[in-house]
């Protein structure tokens, strides 16, 4: 199946591909980006959102993704807002704002996840949707210059290091991204 992916962001568009590398899935990046407004009050609603306003102006599969960073010592901020966080909306500005509002709480209480939904509109219009979570802790100070966005303060317990320090392959096979991935396509079938 012929698929084009729902999103501008292409530290996004190389996880996709190589995730989805072993499935019978042909993907591409959207010719040119569309605008959505991200009013929906999760992330499922919100992937949703996004691969519908492709699929209307594209009319073909689209896959899309809606994903954050949630810190329990802050209410679950950034959440939704991740990608939005600053002003300016970037990288650095977003970890910068987020370490600022957590600059007095000792690090064993900050407890956080990335979450991410994945919605697929398939070439019979129908919808397929699926959630994962990765479980760690921010810290307060930088570590890695893989990945992308929080990763650099997102540490995994389980591997001893901050997204940013794992392999591109490491980080996808425990990444919110990898995981609601993998979910969402070994759940349907997949012709030739
Ligand atoms: P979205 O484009 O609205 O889904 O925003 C996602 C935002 O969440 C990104 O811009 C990043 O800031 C953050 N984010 C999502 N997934 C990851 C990840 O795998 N690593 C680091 N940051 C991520």
Known sequence: MKIIIATSNLD??????????????????????????????????????????????????VLSDDSGLEVDAIGKAPGIFSARFSEDGSYRSNIERLLGQIKNIPEDRLKARFVCAVCLIDDREIIHVAQETCEGYVIKELRGNSGFGYDPIFYYPE???TFGELSPEEKDTVSHRGKALRKLFLAIPLEE
Do not use: H, W
């Open 12 to 61: 996004k568009v190389r996880e996709f591909q190589r995730i989805l590398e072993g499935f019978k899935v042909e993907l591409s990046p959207a010719p040119y980006s569309v605008r959505v407004s991200e009013t929906g009050r999760d992330f499922i609603e919100n992937a949703i959102l996004k691969a519908r306003a492709y699929y209307r102006e594209f009319k073909m599969p």
């Open 159 to 161: 591997l001893k290091r």
